[in-house]
Each structure stands twice: as C-alpha cells, then as structure tokens.
C-alpha cells in the first residue's frame, strides 16, 4: 500500500488543520496509508513518533480548528543537506515516499529542492551503509505536492492561500469594532495590518472596511504623500465623516524604501489634522482563531485534489502546487509558482514598482 505524509511548515494559518484532514481522509478513502508529520521539518529531521500513522478518526473535527493541530516550525537542520540526509533516512524506514507539504513559498522551495536532491540522499544512504540496496530500490523518487497556506496571499498562480479570507474576516470584525468607538469620539485610528511583501490583506480590509488611505509595498504613495494624506483625511471630515480609519501594511514604506510608520502616520494626523489620533497593531488576532468557511472549503478541496495528484504524478512531472483560479481547483508548476513570487518581492526591493504592480496583476488575471 502506498503511503502518502502530509505535514504543516512556515507560518501558521487557520484552515492548514482543515488540509491535513483531508490529505489524510483522502488517503484513506484512496486505500493508501495516511501518515502526518509533525512539527514541519523538524519531525521530518527528527523522525520516530514525530512521523505518525493516521487514521480516519484521528481528524475528526479538525475543519473548524485554527492553526495547524500537527504543529509547524521554522526548521534550521533542513537547510542543510545532513537535515535532508537524515529526514529521507526517517521517510524511508516508514516507507514514505510522497509528502504533501502545507505551507508558504519557504517551505515550498525546501520541499522540492528536497526532491531534487532525493536520489543523491538515496545514494549516500546506501553508499554509507545505513540502508541497503534492495531496501530503497522502492524508494527511487520522492513525490512532493504543495498546498499554499498563508494569511498573506501572497502566492503567485493562485487566487487565495489557504487562511487569507480567515485572516480578512477577522481584520474586518475588528476594524467594525474600532469604527464604532472611533465614530463615538469622532476619532481617528491607524491600524497596522499583516502582510510583510504583499498588501493583499490592508488592500482588502480597506476595500471592505471603507479606510479613508491605505498604504502596502507594492505601490508606496507619490513623493509628497504626506500633504496628500493629510487633505484626503481633511475632505471627508469636512464631508461629515465622524471616523478615520488608515490602514498599513506592516511592510509599507515610501518610494525610497523607507518603512511608514503607523505612529509616523499618527503624528502627522495629530499634528497636521487636529484629530485625536490612536495606534492599533492587531498583531496575532489576525492569524488565530477558526477559519472562515471559504478557508475550510479551500483546504478540504485542495487537500483531495493534492492526494489525487500525488497518485497520477510520474517521476517526469514537476512537482505541482495546488492553486485556485477564477473558482477552479488547478495543479500549477510549484517552482514557477516560487518563482513568480520571489519575483515580485524582488521588484519591489529594487524599487521596480510598476513591475511588481504588473506581478500583482498577472497572478490575477492568468
Ligand atoms: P514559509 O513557508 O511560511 O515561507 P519559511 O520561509 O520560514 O516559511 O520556511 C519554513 C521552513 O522551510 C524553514 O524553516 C526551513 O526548514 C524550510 N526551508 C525554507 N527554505 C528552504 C530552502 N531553501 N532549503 C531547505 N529548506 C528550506
């Protein structure tokens, strides 16, 4: 029987528990043996009863769980071959040769460069006697399939990671919530968002919400976005609006890459404005907590359709990741995925941020 493990990596976010539910139940379902792999990397690294058996039961009720119930780390050993050496050691006395990895475009990049490596692990494996011959002559190729799980959205090739509109949700019910009191005091509030490279949460959240400026990475403001700011605010107060809300991203700068601060963006409403102005970092509310119902449904069809593609992939196939566009479930090409994201962040880095828009753009309209 074959034997497919799923694991948690990177960044936490809700509906990753709602994934490995169904890796794991459509292994089963598929007559193969269901194995999860805990704490990321390192239960991969560390192998034993960090790499456990799983059973149809063992993932009741993990669809409206947050978080990721198997655990996930950041895992140094990994990034070097020794780490890698040791976890196909692990994955070969369980018998495991395909790994469904949740996570983001870090543990995506370590997943395949995992399988690139694969048969030279083998080799040494063999070459230094800890496993014989005959023993990995099953164990030939590693299968890996990505699942994108971030509340960023900050994968190219898919119109949502797995958590994003979890995380949106819980940003909107707690600028609902400032908006209220701020409406009493006719204050005004700038609340920090996540969201280090991508603005796809503050962009949201400002759409939905109605923020009065929202500032993220790819399209810092013009040159003189203090004055600008500061006369948008002052026209829809004088249009009667009792509240303000701004909102940045917490990788938002200037042209110059330099960081905008929210207590920067405070000040100058304090001072330049008039308003009684206060700070909110919502911090890690936004990852926390049940996911919302699309994040489940993501998880549990992009779950069934990874352990499908785990048992039509070839030795050939690239390693697939698995995607939604315009509402369909989609196998992309994982490296071309990493590929086009590291892009954008790198645009951005080098100041480029027509292209990085562009980059935006493309991964939505593809
Ligand atoms: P995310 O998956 O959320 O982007 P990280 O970038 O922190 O998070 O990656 C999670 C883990 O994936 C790392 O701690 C490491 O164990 C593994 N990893 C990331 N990049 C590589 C790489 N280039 N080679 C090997 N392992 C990697």
Known sequence: KKKIAVM???????????????VIRQTIASGCVAYAVYEGYQGLVDGGEMIKQMQWEDVRGWLSEGGTLIGTARCMDFHERAGRLKAANNMIE???????????????????????????????????????????????????????????????????????????????????TIDSTAFSH???????VMGRHCGWLALMAGVSCGADFVFIPENPPSENWEDEMCSVIKKHRELGKRKTTVIVAEGAHDQELHPISPSRVKDLLSKRVGLDTRVTTLGHVQRGGPP????????????????????????????????????????????????????????????????AMEGRDAEFSE
């Not at 006719?186 to 920090?192: S, T």
Request: proline fraction near 4%; hydrophobic fraction near 40%; glycine fraction near 8%.
């Open 292 to 355: 919302a119902a699309y994040d489940r449904m993501l998880a549990t069809l992009q779950g069934v359709e990874a352990v499908k593609a785990v048992l039509e992939a070839t030795p050939e196939t690239p390693s697939p990741v698995i995607c939604i566009v315009e509402n369909k479930i989609v196998r992309k090409n994982l490296m071309e995925a990493v590929k086009l994201t590291k892009q954008v962040a790198a645009d951005i880095e080098s100041k480029n941020f027509k292209k």
């Open 94 to 176: 369980k018998g495991i040769d395909a790994l469904v990895i949740c996570g983001g475009d870090g543990s995506l990049t370590g997943a395949d460069r995992f399988r690139s490596e694969w048969p030279s692990l083998v080799e040494e494996l063999v070459a230094t006697g800890k496993r014989r011959e005959e023993e990995v002559k099953p164990f030939k190729h590693l299968n890996i399939v990505g699942l994108v799980g971030s509340i960023d959205n900050d994968l190219s090739s898919t119109d949502a990671t797995i958590g994003c509109y979890s995380s949106l949700d819980r940003i909107c019910n707690a600028i609902d």
């Open 8 to 22: 948690t990596s990177g960044g936490d976010s809700p509906g990753m528990s709602g994934a490995v539910r169904a």
């Open 186 to 192: 006719q204050r005004a509030f700038v609340i920090e």
